[in-house]
Nanobody
Framework: QVQLVESGGGLVQAGGSLRLSCEIRLSMYSLNSMGWYRQAPGKQRELVAAMSSGGATTYKDSVKGRVTISRDNTKNMVYLQMNSLKPEDTTVYYC?????????????WGQGTQVTVSS
């Protein structure tokens, strides 16, 4: 059963913007954290941005100032606003959440959305 559905990827010119969206089919109030990761072919998946249940955020150094993670609990959505995009931002982006139920944590991943930045 699919719990996370991403959208918003696409092709954009360098310097442009994209907003990635992640529909979360879980209770937002059960989430311990949520984040966006990316993975280029042949490379390890890396954290781009994350947000705790309390709203604290973390960003990869190379995207600080260009990327903002946000959430809308009323719509069960998590977003990644990306500005001033660079060709090196090209890759597949994944939404991820950790759900805390009683004393166990469950991790969910989306299917990924492709972002391509042309120079």
């Amino acid at each position: 059963q699919v719990q996370l559905v991403e959208s918003g990827g696409g092709l954009v010119q360098a310097g442009g913007s994209l907003r990635l969206s992640c529909e979360i089919r879980l209770s937002m109030y059960s989430l311990n954290s949520m984040g966006w990761y990316r993975q280029a072919p042949g490379k390890q998946r890396e954290l781009v941005a994350a947000m705790s249940s309390g709203g604290a955020t973390t960003y990869k150094d190379s995207v600080k100032g260009r990327v903002t993670i946000s959430r809308d609990n009323t719509k069960n959505m998590v977003y990644l606003q990306m500005n001033s995009l660079k060709p090196e931002d090209t890759t597949v982006y994944y939404c991820q959440v950790d759900q805390l139920l009683i004393d166990r944590t469950y991790e969910y991943w989306g299917q990924g959305t492709q972002v391509t930045v042309s120079s």
